[in-house]
């Protein structure tokens, strides 16, 4: 899930995290595959979010085995939990403030703002409202509106129509 409100975003990597990436340097040397990444880590206090989500598809598309040089000379499990934890509780911490905002009467918080066309707008198109998706109490609670389907209207006139010419004797 990406998230713009976190791009250009920095977050400072644990010293627990960077020390146990120092071990695995000395561990494994400065040809193991993975030493530049594990090597800029240490270099810099701070990691982008753009770079955690690198190390983060790098960990869940790793084919290899667990104990292979490369996957832990980044940090192995304990790289691998902190990105999770960090991103995860980043990107919740996001998407609970614009829900709550979204209940609370503001639009849009999902989607980015824009402006309307109205020069190139079609008059003539015929809109149908659109059906909201999720629980009658939802609906309510947001102040949303929930439309029935065209047909059961007009299965409930037809209905209607017939129960009244049959009482009226109009048939």
């Known amino acids: 899930m990406a998230n713009s409100d976190l791009?250009?975003?920095?977050?400072?990597?644990?010293?627990?995290?960077?020390?146990?990436i120092k071990k695995m340097?000395?561990?494994?040397?400065?040809?193991?595959k993975g030493y530049k990444?594990?090597?800029?880590?240490?270099?810099?206090?701070?990691?982008?979010?753009?770079?955690?989500k690198r190390i983060k598809n790098f960990f869940d598309t790793y084919s290899?085995?667990?104990?292979d040089s490369e996957y832990n000379i980044i940090g192995g499990d304990k790289?691998?939990?902190?990105?999770?934890?960090t991103l995860d509780s980043k990107r919740n911490s996001l998407h609970h403030v614009k829900k709550v905002k979204q209940e609370t009467g503001m639009d849009n918080q999902f989607k980015k703002t824009h402006t309307k066309d109205n020069n190139n707008k079609n008059i003539t198109k015929i809109r149908t409202p659109k059906?909201?998706?999720?629980?009658?109490?939802?609906?309510?609670?947001?102040?949303?509106?929930r439309y029935e389907?065209?047909?059961?209207?007009?299965?409930t006139i037809k209905y209607l129509i017939e129960y009244l010419n049959k009482d009226y004797g109009t048939e």
């Open 7 to 20: 791009q250009n975003k920095t977050f400072e990597c644990p010293l627990e995290i960077r020390n146990h």
């Open 131 to 145: 059906l909201h998706k999720g629980s009658v109490n939802h609906q309510i609670y947001t102040g949303k509106v």
């Open 25 to 32: 340097i000395n561990k494994y040397g400065e040809k193991t």
């Open 64 to 67: 290899g085995n667990e104990k």
């Open 79 to 85: 790289m691998k939990q902190w990105v999770n934890k």
């Open 37 to 52: 990444r594990a090597n800029g880590l240490l270099d810099k206090k701070s990691i982008t979010y753009e770079h955690l």
């Open 149 to 155: 389907s065209v047909d059961d209207e007009i299965t």
